[in-house]
Nanobody, 123 residues
Framework: QVQLVESGGGLVQAGGSLRLSCVVS????????MGWYRQPPGKQRELVSS???????NYADSVKGRFTISRDSAKKMVYLQMSSLKPEDTAVYYC?????????????????WGQGTQVTVSS
C-alpha cells in the first residue's frame, strides 16, 4: 500500500553534485519525518539527514555544509542536494518516511523504506 521510490543516483567525480529525489505513493494519510540514509560498501546503514513535517532538519556531521535536505509535502517528496561530493560519500542511498496510511478505512503507521539508489563518487 505504500511505496517509496528514489531517483537521481549515479556516478560523479569528486567535487561534483547530485540531487536525489524520493516520492511516496499509496493511500497516505500523513507523513511525519522523512530522511535519507546510506550504506557504504561493507558498512552499516547510517543516517545522512532528516526533516520533520515542520521543516526542522538534521544532518550527520560528515555531510554538514555540503548536503541539503528539503521536502515538498504536497507532492509527498523529499530531496537531497549533495555538493562537494567525496569518494567516501559512495554508498547506496535510501529514502525513509515515518507515515500513516489507510487500507479499507483503517489507519496504520509505518516506517517505510525505498529500494535504494547507488551513488558513486570517483577520485
Amino acid at each position: 500500500q505504500v511505496q517509496l521510490v528514489e531517483s537521481g543516483g549515479g556516478l560523479v567525480q569528486a567535487g561534483g553534485s547530485l540531487r536525489l529525489s524520493c516520492v511516496v505513493s499509496g493511500t497516505i494519510v500523513s507523513i511525519r519525518n522523512m530522511g535519507w540514509y546510506r550504506q557504504p560498501p561493507g558498512k552499516q546503514r547510517e543516517l545522512v539527514s532528516s526533516i520533520t513535517s515542520d521543516g526542522t532538519t538534521n544532518y550527520a556531521d560528515s555531510v554538514k555544509g555540503r548536503f541539503t535536505i528539503s521536502r515538498d509535502s504536497a507532492k509527498k517528496m523529499v530531496y537531497l542536494q549533495m555538493s562537494s561530493l567525496k569518494p567516501e560519500d559512495t554508498a547506496v542511498y535510501y529514502c525513509n518516511a515515518d507515515l500513516t496510511y489507510s487500507t479499507d478505512r483503517v489507519w496504520y503507521t509505518s516506517n517505510s523504506w525505498g529500494q535504494g539508489t547507488q551513488v558513486t563518487v570517483s577520485s
